[in-house]
């Protein structure tokens, strides 16, 4: 397909799984990850293993200059992203009134100002050439919310909202926005369960198990490649959860 991809939080997880399927369609791929150069580098590794064009960013997102930097570090080595895939973030599962004001501005920061920041830089080109496609990865939790984790819920709350809104500001300009909003997917994240916890979990999903980041990711390659007059959607994969 040659589109250029730039997926954020691509060192493990959701991120990884992504890459690796979308490596499968001859496309250029620009990994970014805030801080872990190793699994970053074993990614790239196995998206080139698949034929795929690869380069890779290192940066804390939370900055705006640094989203500058990625955007402008893709522009040179491929072009302006064909798909922008908002992947990265953090989780913390504590009672939010043992919560400080650094913790919410770091999650906040993290899951949300990022996607915003780096999304603006992003559709500068989009807009030019009028063409586009953002996907954020949201969660299950941005629709329902999660106790002990309110702070997450809080920010995938509003990626839920960012890309509904920016879906109609940029329809005209056509470039379309979606969310994926997960379940209970078996990353590193959601490890933190004991067995009697996630066994307890599993039992509330009708699917009765975890979902996998493969999963995940091929929702994200339909997106990727879904019809121009889907946007502004919010789509679950969670097992009837």
Known sequence: ????ILITGA?????????????????????????????????????????????????????PAECVRLIRACEEAFDTPDVLINNAGVSRVALFQESTADALSGIIN?????????????????????????????????NIGGSMEVEY????????????????????????????APGAIDTEMNRNFSTEERRALEEEIPMGRFGTPEECAELIAF?????????GEVIGINGGW
Not at 1 to 4: F, G, L, V, Y
Not at 118 to 139: D, F, P
């Open 1 to 4: 397909m040659n589109r250029t």
């Open 11 to 63: 060192s493990r997880g959701i991120g990884r799984a992504a890459a690796l399927r979308l490596s499968k369609d001859n496309d250029r791929l620009f990994l970014a990850c805030r801080e872990n150069e190793a699994l970053l580098n074993e990614t790239a590794a196995l998206c080139c293993a698949n034929g795929a064009d690869v380069r890779t960013f290192l940066g804390d997102l939370s900055d």
């Open 110 to 142: 993290a899951n949300l100002a990022s996607m915003a920041n780096l999304t603006r830089e992003a559709v500068k080109g989009m807009i030019s050439r009028h063409s586009g496609k953002i996907i954020n990865i949201s969660s299950i939790f941005g």
């Open 153 to 180: 819920s809080l920010t995938k709350g509003g990626v839920n909202a960012f890309t509904k809104a920016l879906a109609k500001e940029l329809a005209p300009s056509g470039i379309t926005v979606n969310a994926v």
């Open 223 to 231: 997106l990727a490649g879904a019809p121009d007059y889907l946007t």
